[in-house]
């Protein structure tokens, strides 16, 4: 996490404690937290810098993943297991209309995000 980061998610627990704010500093804090999320959100670790943790499901991309008709994106659920070096994915295989697992590493993966709270 970069230290900008850090110091805005600080601040912000900060400012929660504090409770003592005004409507414009609920809307600033609401705006640079909303920022801090779509870049955190946006990132993605190539698996030659970064590997996710053992048997953590993941969103893996790979070009060779590519599929105009089923997979435009490249992405796929993937995760590391064994001794770690070896991975699993998943890809749609329409003629038999079932998900098919596969070897082959992601180039990129990146964590899944958080679940929406529950609204009821």
Not at 34 to 41: I, K, P, Y
Not at 48 to 63: A, F, N, R
Request: negative net charge; aromatic residues 12%.
């Amino acid at each position: 996490m970069t230290s900008d980061l850090e110091q805005l998610l600080d601040d912000a627990a900060n400012y929660v404690v504090s409770a003592h704010t005004t409507f414009d500093m609920n809307i600033r804090y609401a705006k640079r937290l909303r920022a801090a999320a779509d870049v955190v959100a946006a990132e993605w670790s190539y698996i030659h810098e970064k590997l996710p943790p053992e048997g953590e499901p993941v969103i893996g991309w790979h070009p060779n993943w590519i599929c105009d008709d089923f997979n435009p994106r490249g992405i796929r659920e993937c995760f590391r297991f064994g001794d770690g070096t070896e991975w699993h994915n998943a890809r749609w295989n329409d003629s038999q209309d079932c998900y098919e697992t596969d070897k082959e590493a992601p180039k990129a993966w990146r964590p899944y995000p958080v679940a929406p709270r529950s609204t009821s």
